[in-house]
C-alpha cells in the first residue's frame, strides 16, 4: 500500500504574515496517515521551515538547477534546497516548461540533481488541451517520463515521485475526471513497471490539476492515484487541510 501524499504548490504567491497564518492553520490541523507538503515560494523557505517545526509536514522547493554552484545569477542548487531544510523539489512542472521554455533535457538534469543531494524530486508530466484533442496524450507524458528515465533508470525514477498534472486541468476549475486521470496513471506505472516492476510498484503517483475539497475523495478512490499536487486550493488552510484528510480516510477504505 502506497502512503498517500499531498503536496501544495504555493507558485509565486504570499507575503510574510500570511504565510504565517496559513502554516499556523496547517501546523495545527496536521493530518495522520498522509504525507503533507507545503512547496512555499524560494525566499519563504527558511521562514516556512521554522513555522513548521517539529510538526510532520514537510517542506519542498518549487524548482532548482542542475549545475554546480558557481557564476549563475538567480539560480539555486539542489545542496542549498537541501541546507535550508528541503526534502522534495518540483522538477519539469508545466508551468517552468511552456514559460520558461524548460525541455525534457533540463528537466531530467533537475531530477538527477535533486537525487545527487538528496531532494526527493518529483517529476511533473502532462500534455496541453491541444495535444489530447490530438490523441497525443499517452505520447507526450510518457515521452517526458521516459526522458527522465534514461538519465537515472528505473531505480532513479523510484527514488523519486511523479505527478501527473494535465496542462488544461491546471487553474481552470476543470479537473481531469477520476477515469481520464487514473488510465494516464495506470500507463505510467505500466511503462515503469517493463524496466523496473518492484519500482513501479512502490512509485507514488499523485494527480495535479484543479484538486479541491469536492473533487478530491473521487480521485483517492482509483487504484493508480497515490496523492494530490495542489495548487490554488493549497492555499486555503482548511481546504488543504480536507484534502488531506480525504486521502487519509481513502487509506482506510
Ligand atoms: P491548481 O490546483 O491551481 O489547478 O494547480 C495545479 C498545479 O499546477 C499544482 O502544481
Redesign the pocket.
Known amino acids: 500500500m502506497r502512503k498517500p501524499l499531498i503536496a501544495g504548490?504555493w507558485k509565486m504567491n504570499g507575503t510574510k504574515d500570511g504565510i504565517t497564518d496559513l502554516v499556523t492553520i496547517l501546523v495545527a490541523g496536521e493530518v495522520n496517515n498522509v504525507d503533507m507538503l507545503v512547496i512555499p515560494p524560494f525566499v519563504y523557505l527558511e521562514q516556512v521551515g521554522r513555522e513548521l517545526g517539529e510538526s510532520g509536514i514537510r517542506l519542498g522547493a518549487q524548482n532548482v538547477d542542475w549545475r554546480a554552484q558557481g557564476a549563475l545569477t538567480g539560480e539555486i542548487e539542489a545542496s542549498m534546497l537541501k541546507e535550508v531544510g528541503c526534502e522534495l523539489c518540483l522538477t519539469g512542472?508545466s508551468?517552468r516548461r511552456q514559460l520558461f521554455a524548460e525541455t525534457d533535457d533540463q528537466v531530467a538534469c533537475k531530477f538527477k540533481a535533486c537525487l545527487e543531494h538528496d531532494v526527493t524530486p518529483i517529476l511533473?508530466v502532462g500534455e496541453t488541451l491541444q495535444q489530447r484533442q490530438a490523441g497525443q496524450t499517452m505520447e507526450v507524458v510518457l515521452r517526458q517520463v521516459r526522458s527522465v528515465m534514461e538519465a537515472v533508470g528505473p531505480a532513479g525514477i523510484g527514488q523519486g515521485i511523479v505527478a501527473y498534472?494535465p496542462v488544461w486541468?491546471?487553474?481552470?476549475g476543470e479537473s481531469a475526471s477520476p477515469e481520464q486521470a487514473e488510465e494516464v496513471h495506470g500507463n505510467i506505472r505500466q511503462a515503469i513497471a517493463r524496466d523496473g516492476p518492484a519500482t513501479a510498484e512502490k512509485l507514488r503517483i499523485l494527480y495535479?490539476?484543479?484538486?479541491n475539497s469536492e473533487n478530491a475523495a473521487e480521485l483517492f478512490r482509483m487504484e493508480d492515484i497515490d496523492g494530490a499536487?495542489?495548487?490554488?486550493?493549497s492555499l486555503i488552510g482548511k481546504e488543504f487541510l480536507t484534502i488531506c484528510e480525504l486521502a487519509a480516510r481513502g487509506m482506510e477504505n
Open positions: 504548490n512542472h508551468e511533473c498534472e486541468a491546471i487553474g481552470t495535479g490539476g484543479s484538486v499536487l495542489v495548487g490554488g486550493a
